[in-house]
């Protein structure tokens, strides 16, 4: 891989040469380097996406993070506790100085104002001026959003949460906007520790546990993730990049060089026109473009469903068994809404490792006061099964609520579908990732509004809910799973 030369300045000071008035200024290019950077517990490297390998620059450091590039000058600045660091190619670390910070910072990126922009999280959120080491707080910012990094796409920064949430940050009018569920991700909840942006308005992340997604769609309310290279995991690390270079090479602009918004300083119109002119379709081949593990894999396409139907519940007196299926005939009452199921060796499978909420619901009860107890396994890893209840109708997720196995079936999820139909997060608790075939087992008890989610007898949590009632039903995500028992039985309400 070739060396990254970070600015003709930076080697003008390396070697001790005064800039002169006569000397001509670095153009765009010498000060604004294509390359994915990132900080990896104190170490400087550069992502090679061609080797999915990191290229380490320099020594390592004590750590330092909430690191940006500077497009005025070429140098990379972040922070350690309050002090404002500056980086060289070589990853050499000079203190500038401290500054009036709440410590801890550890997202980071330089605005169109010129100021290294560092927060926790969204929460605690300072522009600092590199020079003068001012630093102003945004008091509009007060909150975590859960966000790890942030990237600046012409003049407003974006970052994606462990969740999937993509948020916006507007540092004019200090608003964080909640940009909706990314579709696309595999799993949930892993820290997106960094960000990036290049030429052509393009937002790319990195999710800790390996995987780098552009995404598309982040100004729309309707973001996609595309997996277009995959790097080795991490766990304390910042990303860093210039927003005015070309991604480097290896790595595709899937959606093409006319930005997805405007560029909003003459730099950016600049470098936006030329990425254009020099632009060439990318020739890459992700797998499956993260949305699956085989190579009959399609992507799955994310639609709008229709809205929540009212519903009409059962009543009961006393606790009475509606379902006890164990499966050992057919699937009747079952109604499939989406992936590949049948009944074979006393199982309900579900046998498509492609897509995303493949469902079967259980069309013969609708109820809102009612225990719900499902034991499933996946004949291979990872097992991401999971139950739905709330389900208003056979043609529609909108509004139901969702609990399952994700992130290779190390965590139990619970979320929410909008209105739309899309995933919204809600909570999620690390579990023990299943072993192939083992079985596992989910307890949903839910009284109206409130439900409370039991996983292997352990109480996990009690949420509430604004769409109480409806069919309950079996889902899977990326994975084969065997729905071995189903028991429903409404309760007094």
């Known amino acids: 891989m070739k060396r990254i030369v970070l600015t003709l300045s930076l080697a003008a000071s390396s070697l001790g040469v005064a800039a002169t008035s006569q000397a001509a200024a670095p153009s765009l290019a010498e000060r604004c380097p294509s390359g994915l950077f990132q900080v990896i517990a104190g170490q400087l490297a550069e992502f090679d996406v061609g080797s999915s390998t990191y ?20 140098f990379l600045y972040a922070v350690r506790g309050d002090a404002l660091l500056r980086i060289d190619d070589n990853g ?26 560092v927060s926790r999280g969204g929460n605690d959120w300072y522009a600092i001026d590199v020079t003068t080491l001012e630093a102003t707080r945004l008091n509009g910012f007060s909150q ?7 990237a600046n796409v012409s003049g407003t920064f974006y970052g994606v949460s462990g969740g999937g949430t993509l948020w916006s940050f507007d540092v004019t009018t200090e608003t964080a906007t909640n940009r909706g569920t990314v579709a696309g991700i595999s799993g949930a909840n892993k820290a997106f520790g960094a960000a990036w942006t290049t030429a052509g308005a393009n937002l790319y992340v990195g999710r800790n546990s390996g995987q780098i997604y552009q995404i598309t769609g982040f100004s729309t309310g309707n973001p996609v993730a595309t997996q277009i290279a995959t790097s080795p995991s991490t766990n304390s690390n910042d990303g860093a990049s210039c927003p005015y270079a070309p991604p480097p090479p290896g790595l595709p602009d899937v959606d093409g060089p006319i930005p997805e918004v405007a560029p909003s300083t003459e730099d950016g119109l600049a470098a936006a026109a030329e990425y254009e002119l020099t632009f060439e379709a990318p020739q890459f081949a992700a797998p499956d473009a993260g949305l699956g593990e085989g190579a ?29 299926d164990t499966f050992d005939g057919d699937a009747a009452g079952w109604n499939v809404m989406a992936g590949s199921w049948l009944v074979e060796n006393g199982s309900y499978r579900q046998l498509n490792d492609c897509e995303y909420d493949l469902m079967s619901v259980l069309t013969t009860h609708v109820v809102d006061h009612f225990d719900l107890q499902v034991t499933f396994s996946s004949p291979t890893v990872p097992n991401h099964g999971g139950v739905v209840f709330n389900v208003s109708s056979t043609d529609s997720r909108s509004g139901a609520i969702v ?27 690390f579990i023990p990732a299943p072993a192939a075939g083992q079985p596992v087992t989910l307890k949903i008890e839910s009284r109206g509004d409130q439900y409370t989610i039991i996983y292997q007898g352990n109480t996990v949590v009690t ?31």
């Open 55 to 74: 290229l380490p620059m320099g020594a390592d450091q004590s750590n330092y993070n909430a690191m940006g590039l500077n497009p005025a000058d070429g």
């Open 92 to 117: 050499t670390v000079v203190t500038l100085g401290t500054v009036d910070i709440v410590p801890g910072s550890y997202t980071g990126d330089f605005g169109d104002d010129g100021r290294l922009h």
């Open 144 to 150: 975590n959003y859960g966000v790890a990094d942030i």
């Open 296 to 324: 009959a894999c399609a992507a799955t396409i994310s639609e709008d469903q229709r809205p929540r139907d009212a519903v009409a519940t059962t009543q009961v007196t006393t606790r009475t068994v509606l379902v006890d």
């Open 403 to 429: 609990v399952d196995l994700a992130d290779d079936g190390e965590t139990l999820r619970w979320g929410r579908y909008d209105e739309l139909g899309y995933y919204q997060n809600i909570g999620w608790d």
């Open 463 to 493: 949420e509430t809910t604004a769409n109480p009632g409806g069919m309950v039903g079996l889902i899977s995500t990326l994975s084969q799973v065997d729905f071995h028992d189903v028991e429903l039985a409404a309760v007094p309400s």
